[in-house]
């Protein structure tokens, strides 16, 4: 991972995120003082146990829950995909951070907190009866097997990069996805505010750790952003249907490349990337780039929008049901 730079004297990237250790200790320490630690039997409890109450509760959920559009359903199944590529962030952050130290302890306990994630969304859409399981399960099983393996080029600042844009684009998704599930079912608003409030804090770990980063090793930092910010890859996204429910999320006002475009121009300003100085010409070039990067990507959302018309979707885990939207519908 990492090589040492040939004929300079730069520490390589792992050897200044090794020194930043007592600092992602520190961080660490903030998130656990900050959270209140759910488990999902809290919010959907199994008991061993269950009795008429129980039966009742399980009743009215799925009523409420037969309510909920098939572009909800799309970006429920959409979000518990992309929670369930856990193993493969897993892997990358142990890979590009290390198996031991102050960023392993880290990468274990954020990824104990996000399994909870998938297990709470999958506990919900099982016991609210609101997908075809195993059409479900299949895309689960095709997301996983496809593997992921972006091209950071060894460069561990890239994995924090994109770890800074991926919990905030979740955190997004989950909180808009909510808010509008509300409507129908108050039980699905309050799990996807459960999971949203820990993205938020996974975000502030990464953005504060890639801060420091940035401030230390200005020049590679930057590179290592304007990489990987113009455009976030996710697993799977090539498995069938992946394109046509990130298109129903982003027509729902969920998730597109406007909330892209907003969480990056937040993160520009928050680091404060235009105020950096004593940059080499690589530094330059990609501050250049990256201040530039949010009128680019207005321009992406706005050729997205302009092609939008009223388009028909449907997908094996509804039971193939046809169904229209057009932009800002549901
Ligand atoms: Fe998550
Ligand atoms: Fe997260």
Known sequence: MSQKPANTDLPSQREVLNALSPFVTELT?????????????DLLPAHEQTDA???????????????LPDSVRVAVALNLLTEEGLPHFHRLIAIYMGYEGAWATWNNMWTAEEDRHGCILRDYVRDARIF????????????IEAGFNPQWQDDPYRLLAYTSLQEKATQTAHANAGRIAGQYDPLLQRILAHISADESRHYAFYRDAFAEVLKQDSNRALAALAAVAPALAMPGHTIAGYAQ???VERRA??????????????????????KLTGLSSVGR??????????????RIAEYVESKAHTRSFSFDFIYQRAFEMAVGTR
């Open 53 to 67: 109450e129980h039966d009742a509760d399980m009743q009215k959920l799925r009523e409420r829950a037969r309510g």
């Open 132 to 143: 075809d399981m195993r059409a479900l399960e299949q895309l689960q099983y095709e997301y």
């Open 253 to 274: 006002g969920i998730y597109g490349p406007r909330e892209y475009l907003k969480l990056v121009e937040d993160l520009v300003r928050h680091w404060t990337i235009d």
């Open 285 to 298: 070039a990609a501050q250049d780039k990256l201040m530039q990067l949010p009128t680019r990507l207005a």
């Open 245 to 247: 429910m990130s298109e």
């Open 29 to 41: 320490q903030r998130h656990l003082d900050s959270r209140k630690l759910w488990m999902p039997s």
